[in-house]
Each structure stands twice: as C-alpha cells, then as structure tokens.
C-alpha cells in the first residue's frame, strides 16, 4: 500500500482495531485459544504503512482478563456459526460490523453465501487490506440501518439465513435494535440471529471507565436477560445463551471468585435467537 486511506477512523469504527489487536496478540501467545494468523499479517501491514498507531490501545488499560472475555466472545460466536451452517449447509450469512474480521475464512463450509457489512469506510479498510470480494464472499458498505442491503440479500429467496453482530447492537438504541430486529423477523422469517450484549448496568460502567480515554465509543444498549427481546413482538425465541464462566478454560481461575457477581451483573452474553417462523425450509431447531 503506497498511500494513507483517505480519513482516519475515530470512535465507533476504531473498536475494530480494538478487537484486531487483541486477536493479533493472542494469536501469538503459547496458549492462544485462537489462532488468527491473518490477524497478526493484517495488524503488521497497519503499522508498516503508518495507517494506524496500535500504542494507542495502551490508553483503553484492558487487564488480561478484560482482554480474555474479548477472545471467548470471538470464539463462541465462531461456535455458533459453524453449528448453523452444520446444519443448513446453503446458507446465506450476514457478519454485521464484520471490520477487519476474517471469521469467513474460520468458518466457511465451502457452500454459504457470506456477507460481510459495515460502514463505507471500514470496508474501503477490507478492500484495501484484506482483499476484494470473492465468489461466495461478498461485501456491504452501508449502515445496518439503512434499507437497501435487505434487498441485496433478500433476492436469495427462502434460504436460511444467520445474521450474526459482534460488538454492534451495544452501540445502537433500544428503539434501533428492535426495528432492525423486527424487520429481520419479518422480512427473513426463521433467520437466526447472534449478537452479543452488556447488561444496562455494564452499559454504564462502560461509560464511566472510558470517559477519559483517547478512543471514544460510548454504548447505549443492554438487556438483563433475553426474555425481554421475546416480549417485543411474537415469534422471537431466544435459542441460547452464552456466559464466559461458561468456559473451561485455565486463564480464567484467577477471577473464578467472581462467578457469583457475574451471574448478578451479567456483565457480557452472547445470545442466539430465532426469529419468526421459517417459510419454504425447514427449521431444525
């Protein structure tokens, strides 16, 4: 890459390279619990072409542990996809916010048809980074909000459909995240839909923690349980439910003494639904 991309990414967008650096570095370590060698490539091409500055991480002053829960999210909601796409091999999957992400290259059974989105430039970051589309790899360059990618992927037909959202819905409102969930629900009846979520009163510890610091990105959305998402209109059931004491892991003994105060606060979940009734294929769910 000879030139600098034309404006540099700031407050939402740059939680992408948040979770780039966290899958570069854990990729390195002797006992990474993922291995993401793309990620390692991507983030040296970053700092070679003087595109980003990665010491700026040091002022997010994540522990260890912090720095954990970010690689098990990842990797459970890897976890997920490969069970969908296990069972409905013709799939068509959406990674909404993909950022720099290579999840389809982790996950990819040789037959879906993938999407990834995120905003115009975030995607110019893909193109310019990680390469152009492929035959079933494809890219959106547009707001989760906005209308039109609906129909890009609607003209698959009665497919199923996964939709997948990692560190977005967090961001978003309520009012937000129950019209996009909502319209997926009606407009891809028996999707299913995995994304993560803070709980309000993480929402707000979150705010607290980084008011101060160099990256800006404020949430304003959590949920206590999935139950409440179920009450927003009928035929959303939530499937699953992912906790990261869930995990077996030894690097988590240390702050095992919380487990309690976590089933309280219910700080992260990662959450599977299924959205409406499937028309035109069957469910096995």
Known sequence: ????????LSGVPETLLITLYMRAME???????????????????IEAAGLYDFGRMRSLRLSEENKLVIILRNREIDRCAREFLARNPDAVAVHIGCGLDTRFERVD????????????????WRRKLVGPEGERHHLLGCSVLEEGWRDTIGSYGPRPFLFLAEGVFMYLTEAQ????????????????LVFDAYSPIHVLRHNLQYAAGSIQFPTRWGIWRGREMEAWGGGIRQLGEWGYFDEKTPRLNRIRWMRGIEAAARTIRVYRFRLGQPTGWRSTV
């Open 1 to 8: 890459m000879t030139r600098k991309l034309d404006r540099e």
């Open 27 to 45: 990729s390195r370590r002797t006992d990474a619990l993922i291995h993401d060698e793309r990620s390692v490539a991507l983030m040296k091409k």
């Open 177 to 192: 995240v129950g019209r996009l969930v909502l319209t997926l629900r009606n407009r891809f009846p028996g999707a299913e």
């Open 109 to 124: 059974d040789g037959r879906v048809e993938w999407y990834d989105l995120d905003f115009p430039d975030v995607v110019e």
